[in-house]
């Protein structure tokens, strides 16, 4: 039988920062493996000398998707339209150990709110709110005192704050995710203004390679006046499904076998707050089995 290897052991861990560090699976798996060449770069008897590659590995992992989050913000300057979080299915296939644990911090109502932070924020607020590490190891991550590391993780905490609302139970959210495809299927608009918040925005992801709207949608009215446009032009062979969006109730569009659209929401106080539509078709790869 052969013995587990404790260091190829933490890919997993390693995966799971860096999708909440960078908002896409295809960057977290190139951060991982960015930190795992540099291990097997380094001499046998410095790899060694390390006490915990764990550690090791989770710093160099963090200090890699800070400098892709700096560049990634010059690079989304000229993207086409919003950029959204790659959203994730409940079913990723694959080797476990390529796997995104799907728990209240991958929301993409989370990873929004996230986007909207300094990488140094999002670095200090994630390792230190979301996998417990020292503000000490933190530090040695974005090259600050842990005291600077304190003030960042406190800061972006009063942004996940500010944008919570009172939550609805995962039963309820699924509830409400079927009734507004059901109302979208019958193009009810009454019934679709009654199940979005008033104040309800809907945010959408091409990249410019699949046929959006660019600017996201602002209250009831409007969304769902686009969300019946939508399906009196939807094609007869779509088929709209339930499905898990990063944990929470969702749907997703599927043509001859083919997801074509992941629809995200945000459901809280019972109204769907927050619809984000991502169908730029590089974000949907895990979609289609």
Not at 139 to 148: D, L, Y
Not at 194 to 217: I, R, Y
Request: charged share 25%.
């Amino acid at each position: 039988m052969t013995t587990p290897d404790p260091v190829m052991g933490e890919r997993r861990a390693l995966l799971n920062i860096a999708y909440r560090l960078l908002g896409s699976l295809a960057e977290a798996e190139d951060a991982v493996q960015e930190a795992y060449a540099r291990w097997f770069a380094l001499a046998p008897d410095r790899r060694d000398a390390i006490v915990s590659p764990g550690a090791w590995l989770t710093t160099v992992t963090g200090r890699v998707c800070l400098n892709v989050l700096g560049s990634a913000r010059a690079r989304r300057e000229t993207y086409v339209g919003d950029w959204l979080p790659e959203p994730v299915p409940e079913d990723q296939g694959g080797d476990p150990a390529d796997r995104v644990t799907l728990d209240e911090s991958v929301g993409m109502a989370f990873l929004v709110v996230l986007e909207s932070m300094t990488p140094a924020e999002r670095v200090a607020f994630v390792l230190h709110d979301v996998f417990c590490h020292s503000f000490a190891e933190v530090a040695e991550i974005v090259g600050r005192t842990p005291a600077a590391c304190r003030q960042l993780a406190s800061s972006a905490r009063r942004r996940v704050r500010a944008a919570r609302g009172t939550a609805t139970p995962a039963a309820r959210q699924a509830v409400i995710v079927r009734d507004f495809k059901q109302a979208w299927e019958a193009k009810d608009i009454d019934a679709l203004i009654g199940l979005l918040d008033p104040a309800a925005t809907a945010t959408a992801d091409g990249g410019g390679l699949a046929t959006t709207f660019l600017h996201p949608l602002e209250g009831a009215e409007r969304i769902a006046a686009a969300w019946v446009e939508l399906a009196r032009r939807r094609p007869p062979a779509t088929a709209f499904v339930e499905r898990t969006v990063n944990g929470r109730p969702g749907l997703v569009a599927v043509e001859d076998g083919v997801t074509v659209t992941v629809f995200a929401f945000d459901v809280a106080d019972d109204r769907i707050r927050h619809i984000w539509v991502v169908r730029n078709p590089e974000k949907l790869r895990l979609w289609t089995s």
